[in-house]
């Protein structure tokens, strides 16, 4: 991953992040397919061997998804983390994650699967093991 895919992954954490609370603060709510196509995408232009041709306007539009998100769902806009300084434990997930995302339809989630991948995205935000742990071993099949 090169800086600025770097960038993007810490992005689209902060989007996981800012949906698990608007998960959290309405029990039930998992948000429709739009949010994790943008977070399946995004998360496909950071692992990508050959970075997209405008990753700045990639990360761009992550921020303002979250920025959206939290006006929308009335919870603070998170700001994501250094994925470059994850702990082992997190370069797992974040591998989870990326192995996921490139297998990934959004249309075709269930909400279950949706749930995990945003609320392991916040796991990362928070850089607890315990938390990454237990996102790793309930991960989808890919």
Excluded at 59 to 66: E, I, K, L, S, Y
Aim: with cysteine; hydrophobic share 45%; glycine share 8%.
């Amino acid at each position: 991953m090169n800086e600025m895919q770097s960038e993007l992954a810490g992005a689209t954490v902060a989007l996981g992040a800012t949906i698990t609370a608007a998960m959290d603060d309405a029990p039930g709510f998992v948000p429709c397919g739009t949010p994790a196509q943008v977070v399946i995408d995004a998360l496909n232009a950071a692992g990508a061997a050959e970075p997209e041709a405008d990753p700045p306007q990639r990360v761009a539009q992550v921020r303002g998804f979250g920025e959206h998100v939290s006006g929308h769902r009335g919870v603070p806009a998170h700001a994501g983390t250094d994925v470059t300084a994850l702990s082992p434990a997190g370069c797992q997930l974040l591998d989870a994650l990326l192995a996921f995302a490139a297998s990934a339809n959004a249309e075709t989630l269930s909400a279950d699967a949706t749930s995990w991948l945003y609320r392991s995205l916040a796991a990362l935000e928070v850089g607890n093991d315990e938390k990454a742990n237990a996102q790793l071993a309930t991960a989808p099949r890919v």
